[in-house]
């Protein structure tokens, strides 16, 4: 039986022989690990700092009371809560708190780059106790402002969550913020993806706008996975309970103890991106983003939006007949590790879409620039190359006999054997500290 040090050290190897180019994923620092991996996670906590419901919390009181106050200079906001274990759970307290089962809420479609959590229909929380609102992107993938104002004055939702997991351009907050408060709404920012964009000032920040703003704590802010909510002064001018509804949400309402070891790796992370060089990273990921996407489109790819404006980019397959699972798939076994993904309008269904998402916070991490974006994206274009007579068939039936057919040739191809080597040898040069 392999124990779970061996596990470990698989795992470590293959993140440093691949490349991650997932735009959720990123690397975290040794300073982070080791706060996640420290005695903190022994310490319960229940409560909130100064009121909690065990003894012997004087040293986690700090900890979480640090990590308020360094997101609040940071962000910029009035009001901070820390304790929400992920980005699902954080969002899912906002709307607990906030508002009454029934209610109606209003978020971008999945399948437009949205999130699960911003009202998917029927079998998310967010879709299943409120009343779900979608609005999506026109055929070129961009958001229509003008159309997005005429649903909510018509559905009149009470809370519009507006955030993207797949979506390359730039949110205009302020014309969000005129939309909710034309119908009295409340406007929360989900800033998951661009939190470390936000800090690094290559992305505006929503802090003006919103009245809530949720982030995860990994992704682009390069901490653990973790999660905040921050009510701001518009908020609390809205609400002045808002905060503490909120944290009423999150505990009791929700969740049990907070996680000590996870609010010290995310104070760590927040105190990192104080540094100068951690703007110069958030500049380097655009433009790390913005170049890869110009050189994929000069190969022939299709762009959703046509350009990125922040770290991630959307490939549309669909000119290629190609499906994102068979290109994902291959593209893992050539140690490039990407993820199917919708586009705007797919008629394929989520488990087997259109296209594929790729980002590159992990790879500006380990240092690279527009040189390696070069190479990266010629491994990219080789591969889709290669793989392109590989259509999924119509039939559901013969698509699963296909897929099972595929995956296991990929083992055996020589071809993504060779860009795999080429891909650690390129990965020797700019190892994971």
Not at 146 to 159: F, I, N
């Amino acid at each position: 039986m392999i124990r779970i040090q061996e596990l470990i050290k698989q795992e470590e190897r293959r993140q440093q022989e691949t490349l991650m180019m997932i735009p959720s994923e990123n690397y975290a620092s040794k300073a982070v690990r080791e706060s996640v991996g420290s005695v903190l996670m022994n310490k319960y906590s229940e409560g909130y700092p100064y009121k909690r419901y065990y003894q012997g919390n004087k040293i986690a009181d700090e900890i979480e009371t640090l990590t308020i106050e360094k997101a609040k200079k940071l962000f910029k906001v009035e009001h901070v809560n820390v304790q929400p274990y992920s980005g699902s759970p954080a969002n899912s307290a906002v709307l607990f708190g906030l508002l009454n089962s029934g209610d109606k809420i209003m978020g971008l479609k999945l399948s437009s780059g949205g999130h699960l959590t911003h009202g998917h229909p029927d079998i998310t929380f967010s879709g299943k106790f409120f009343k779900s609102v979608q609005f999506g992107t026109k055929n070129d993938g961009i958001i229509d402002y003008d159309e997005v104002e005429k649903l909510a004055k018509k559905e009149k939702p009470k809370l519009l969550f507006i955030g993207t997991t797949a979506y390359p351009l730039i949110l205009d907050w302020k014309r969000f913020s005129e939309i909710a408060d034309s119908i009295n709404a409340i406007l929360v920012a989900d800033v998951s993806h661009v939190s470390g964009l936000i800090l690094a000032g290559v992305y505006p920040s929503p802090v003006p706008f919103a009245h809530v703003v949720t982030t995860t704590t990994h992704k682009t802010l390069r901490g653990p996975r973790g999660a905040m909510i921050m009510v701001t002064k518009k908020g609390l001018n809205k609400d002045i309970d808002m905060g503490n509804k909120i944290d009423r949400a999150v505990f009791p309402g929700l969740q049990g103890g907070p996680h000590n070891n996870t609010t010290a790796g995310i104070l760590q992370a927040l105190t990192e991106a104080e540094d100068k060089a951690f703007k110069k990273y958030g500049e380097q990921i655009v433009k790390n983003a913005s170049f890869l996407a110009e050189e994929l489109k000069k190969g022939g790819l299709t762009i959703v939006t046509g350009k990125t404006e922040c770290h991630l980019i959307v490939v549309d397959l669909r000119p290629l007949n190609l499906s994102g699972n068979v290109v994902a798939e291959a593209l893992e076994y050539a140690g490039i590790v990407v993820n199917r993904n919708s586009v705007p309008n797919d008629p394929a269904p989520p488990f087997i879409p259109s296209g594929i998402r790729l980002g590159t916070p992990g790879v500006t991490t380990r240092g690279m620039k527009e040189k390696e974006m070069k190479k990266i994206a010629k491994f990219i274009l080789d591969v889709v190359d290669h793989v392109k007579d590989n259509r999924l068939p119509e039939d559901k039936d013969e698509r699963v006999k296909f897929m099972k057919d595929f995956r296991n040739r990929l083992p055996k191809d020589k071809f993504l054997k060779d860009v795999a080597s080429q891909v650690k040898m390129l990965n020797k040069r700019f190892p994971i500290l």
